[in-house]
């Protein structure tokens, strides 16, 4: 029969990176085993609203709720593998430490996703890095850069380390003709960090191209920044855009795209620019999914990039260097021989990132736990390595938050 997975994650309508892995894990998992009834138990930072769940969520999680760790270890339970995604903003307690509690009380194997492995973390941010991958039967990082990070940084068995891609939908198509105004597309949601200042600033340097270029900035302001800040970084960008000229050059588009359109937008764009400000950045769900449309990429020398970009599938650039950010660009708009080789290029990676093969390594590794454990399977489980016993941590409140 096949397994039944329990996710431990934020799920929407939560708007974040975290809430879209999910439900596109989730849903290529059970597409492929129609008869296992997998489910989500639900971060969240305060109880929802009245109206009904989404029909995968079994239940939720409310950061700081007493008991609730316990309930929601439960939930997991009643399925095959539990799946725990990690960022250190999404569970309650200090350095979101509260997810400890819910794995010491977890019966069936664990697999631990990590969208962040910090370089150089707190005192408690280690500790709780290294409780939870030390209650885990596997550990996902999503790139050599993260898995060399973690098994270099924190206590962690290797052979409990597996590097599986973050995953992208398949919107591959053949390079769009020369469009009358090339797009220059950055998308996500928006706060600082995402260095759009920078691109902004490229733009004014190419002023002088025929036809003129367009940069398309679209995503939602980052629900934590706008509760905190407003649209005070989007209202800066914009009036950077006049200052420099560039005003009619630079679209905002502050809508959260589902997925339909967001294909329609990125299978559109001539260069996807991801000009971020981070050098510890080792998880971008955005560049995968770049990479994996064929869009020629143009972005900083963030950890992830370098892994990706290196061989030829995208041209990388100093941080926060607009000369380079806006030569780059020029090279691709202005030269179709640059286009076509950057694409050729993501074209070889493009079939290991796309979301089915992802789905069939998380079969693969799930399918191996639980013929240890002999979950589902009605024999003696095989030996398997036991879980280190976990450290607790030391409340402290330095505090991580982790973007997309």
Not at 38 to 49: F, H, T, Y
Not at 55 to 80: E, H, K, S
Not at 293 to 321: M, S
């Given at each position: 029969?096949?397994?039944r997975?329990?996710?431990?994650?934020?799920?929407?309508?939560?708007?974040?990176?975290?809430?879209?892995?999910?439900?596109?894990?989730?849903?290529?998992?059970?597409?492929?085993?129609p008869?296992?009834?997998?489910?989500?138990?639900?971060?969240?930072?305060?109880?929802?609203?009245?109206?009904?769940?989404?029909?995968?969520?079994?239940?939720?999680?409310?950061?700081?709720?007493?008991?609730?760790?316990?309930?929601?270890?439960?939930?997991?339970?009643?399925?095959?593998?539990?799946?725990?995604?990690?960022?250190?903003?999404?569970?309650?307690?200090?350095?979101?430490?509260?997810?400890?509690?819910?794995?010491?009380?977890?019966?069936?194997?664990?697999?631990?996703?990590?969208?962040?492995?910090?370089?150089?973390?707190?005192?408690?941010?280690?500790?709780?890095?290294?409780?939870?991958?030390?209650?885990?039967?596997?550990?996902?990082?999503m790139?050599?850069?993260?898995?060399?990070?973690?098994?270099?940084?924190?206590?962690?068995?290797?052979?409990?380390?597996?590097?599986?891609p973050?995953?992208?939908?398949?919107?591959?198509?053949?390079?769009?003709?020369?469009?009358?105004?090339?797009?220059?597309?950055?998308?996500?949601?928006?706060?600082?960090?995402?260095?759009?200042?920078?691109?902004?600033?490229?733009?004014?340097?190419?002023?002088?191209?025929?036809?003129?270029?367009?940069y398309?900035?679209?995503?939602?302001?980052?629900?934590?920044?706008?509760?905190?800040?407003?649209?005070?970084?989007?209202?800066?960008?914009?009036?950077?855009?006049?200052?420099?000229?560039?005003?009619?050059?630079?679209?905002?588009?502050?809508?959260?795209?589902?997925?339909?359109?967001?294909?329609?937008?990125?299978?559109?764009?001539?260069?996807?620019?991801?000009?971020?400000?981070?050098?510890?950045?080792?998880?971008?769900?955005?560049?995968?999914?770049?990479?994996?449309?064929?869009?020629?990429?143009?972005?900083?020398?963030?950890?992830?990039?370098?892994?990706?970009?290196?061989?030829?599938?995208?041209?990388?650039?100093?941080?926060?260097?607009?000369?380079?950010?806006?030569?780059?660009?020029?090279?691709?708009?202005?030269?179709?021989?640059?286009?076509?080789?950057?694409?050729?290029?993501?074209?070889?990676?493009?079939?290991?990132l796309?979301?089915?093969?992802?789905?069939?390594?998380?079969?693969?590794l799930?399918?191996g736990?639980?013929?240890?454990?002999?979950?589902?399977?009605?024999?003696?489980?095989?030996?398997?390595?036991?879980?280190?016993?976990?450290?607790?941590?030391?409340?402290?409140?330095?505090?991580?938050?982790?973007?997309?």
């Amino acid at each position: 029969m096949p397994l039944r997975y329990g996710f431990l994650s934020t799920y929407s309508p939560t708007q974040c990176g975290l809430a879209t892995f999910t439900a596109a894990l989730l849903d290529e998992l059970t597409s492929a085993a129609p008869g296992a009834a997998s489910g989500v138990v639900r971060l969240l930072e305060a109880p929802a609203g009245p109206g009904p769940r989404p029909g995968a969520v079994v239940g939720d999680l409310v950061a700081g709720t007493p008991g609730g760790p316990r309930r929601a270890a439960r939930l997991l339970n009643g399925f095959d593998i539990a799946v725990v995604q990690h960022e250190y903003g999404v569970y309650g307690g200090p350095d979101g430490d509260e997810v400890i509690e819910v794995l010491d009380n977890v019966e069936v194997p664990v697999v631990v996703v990590l969208h962040t492995v910090l370089v150089s973390p707190s005192q408690h941010q280690r500790e709780v890095m290294e409780a939870l991958v030390a209650s885990a039967d596997a550990v996902v990082v999503m790139t050599e850069t993260a898995r060399a990070r973690l098994v270099d940084g924190y206590r962690v068995h290797p052979y409990r380390v597996s590097v599986i891609p973050h995953g992208a939908a398949d919107n591959r198509r053949a390079a769009p003709a020369r469009s009358a105004r090339p797009t220059i597309l950055t998308w996500g949601l928006l706060g600082p960090g995402k260095g759009i200042e920078w691109g902004i600033a490229a733009m004014a340097e190419l002023t002088d191209l025929d036809p003129p270029v367009r940069y398309l900035v679209a995503g939602q302001t980052h629900p934590k920044v706008l509760a905190r800040d407003g649209e005070e970084y989007r209202d800066r960008l914009a009036a950077l855009a006049s200052r420099l000229g560039v005003a009619d050059s630079v679209t905002f588009d502050p809508r959260y795209l589902d997925s339909g359109s967001l294909a329609e937008l990125v299978s559109g764009a001539d260069v996807v620019l991801l000009p971020y400000d981070s050098v510890d950045q080792v998880t971008s769900g955005i560049l995968i999914e770049a990479v994996a449309a064929l869009r020629p990429v143009v972005a900083t020398r963030f950890p992830h990039a370098v892994e990706l970009l290196g061989d030829g599938a995208g041209l990388l650039v100093p941080h926060g260097d607009v000369a380079a950010i806006a030569a780059a660009v020029r090279s691709i708009v202005t030269d179709d021989g640059v286009a076509r080789g950057l694409t050729s290029a993501a074209s070889a990676h493009a079939p290991e990132l796309l979301w089915p093969a992802v789905a069939r390594s998380y079969r693969r590794l799930a399918a191996g736990l639980a013929a240890r454990t002999g979950s589902r399977l009605g024999v003696a489980p095989l030996p398997a390595p036991q879980r280190a016993p976990a450290p607790v941590p030391t409340p402290m409140t330095a505090t991580a938050t982790a973007t997309r």
